[in-house]
């Protein structure tokens, strides 16, 4: 898979590539991530990428122009042009499911927002797909496209070790069921045990109790989550 990030801050992205299971899954060839600077793209001596909005309003808004000419850019790389998401607050809900159709990509072109967001225009001229990753606000879209990435990459098949991993996390499966308690040695931690059952060796009883510790924290997550809001500013 090939992932390229449309960014004024690149920088921000080194030490997240360089980690951990991405790292070694770039080493591999198994994700294919490259960093693009939107700011190459602008023209004029200052290299101006942003302005004021129309009709007034407070902040300024990346133009179209830039961000345009470096999608267009990078789309014409490959045969495969890859599919261009946004990041803004109005875009569609990012979870598991939506995670996994992007994970069937064979490309994805992902545009990081800043200041207040970005020109209409551009979601209008490029086709983009809008993805919000929750109804909150941050400085850009950096943040997100990690979130993106991280998600993505580790279902491509080879970047987990065990493929069975990602098939029992949180939200993956049929049931889309939160994970419940998981432990590990010692037995006791501070007058605290190790539940009898996952000691019992009844591999049976082992798998009807994680389902039913499941189930249960998923609805406790349930009772807990508010109804989302709306988030004013742009990313993500």
Same mark, same amino acid.
């Given at each position: 898979m090939r992932i390229d990030i449309l960014t004024l801050f690149p920088e921000m992205f080194s030490g997240f590539l360089a980690g951990s299971l991405l790292g070694a899954a770039r080493d591999k060839g198994?994700?294919?991530?490259r960093l693009v600077?939107?700011?190459?793209?602008?023209?004029?001596?200052?290299?101006?990428?942003?302005?004021?909005?129309?009709?007034?309003?407070?902040?300024?808004?990346?133009?179209?122009?830039?961000?345009?000419?470096?999608i267009e850019q990078v789309q014409g790389d490959t045969q495969s042009a890859g599919h261009v998401i946004l990041f803004t607050p !109005?875009?569609?809900?990012?979870?598991?499911?939506?995670?996994?159709?992007?994970?069937?990509?064979?490309?994805?072109?992902?545009?990081? !927002?800043?200041?207040?967001?970005?020109?209409a225009r551009v979601s209008e001229t490029v086709g983009a797909e809008e993805i919000s990753i929750g109804d909150y606000v941050l400085s850009g879209g950096e943040v997100a496209a990690m979130v993106v990435v991280d998600a993505v990459a580790r279902l491509v098949p080879g970047v987990l070790g065990d493929e069975e991993s990602a098939r029992?996390?949180?939200?993956?499966?049929?049931?889309?069921?939160?994970?419940?308690?998981?432990?590990?040695?010692?037995?006791?931690?501070? !007058?605290?045990?190790?539940?009898?059952?996952?000691?019992?060796?009844?591999?049976?009883?082992?798998?009807?109790?994680?389902?039913?510790?499941?189930?249960?924290?998923?609805?406790?997550?349930?009772?807990?989550?508010?109804?989302?809001?709306?988030?004013?500013?742009?990313?993500?």
């Open positions: 198994l994700v294919d991530i600077d939107i700011r190459d793209f602008a023209t004029g001596p200052h290299r101006q990428v942003d302005d004021r909005p129309f009709g007034g309003g407070p902040g300024m808004l990346l133009m179209p122009g830039p961000v345009v000419a470096s !109005g875009g569609r809900r990012l979870d598991q499911p939506l995670v996994e159709e992007l994970a069937q990509r064979e490309r994805l072109v992902l545009v990081c !927002g800043r200041y207040e967001g970005f020109d029992q996390d949180s939200f993956s499966g049929q049931d889309r069921l939160v994970e419940g308690p998981q432990y590990t040695r010692p037995r006791e931690f501070r !007058g605290l045990h190790v539940p009898e059952v996952l000691l019992s060796g009844d591999h049976r009883r082992i798998e009807a109790w994680r389902h039913e510790q499941a189930v249960a924290a998923t609805r406790r997550r349930a009772t807990a989550t508010p109804t989302p809001g709306v988030s004013r500013r742009s990313d993500p």
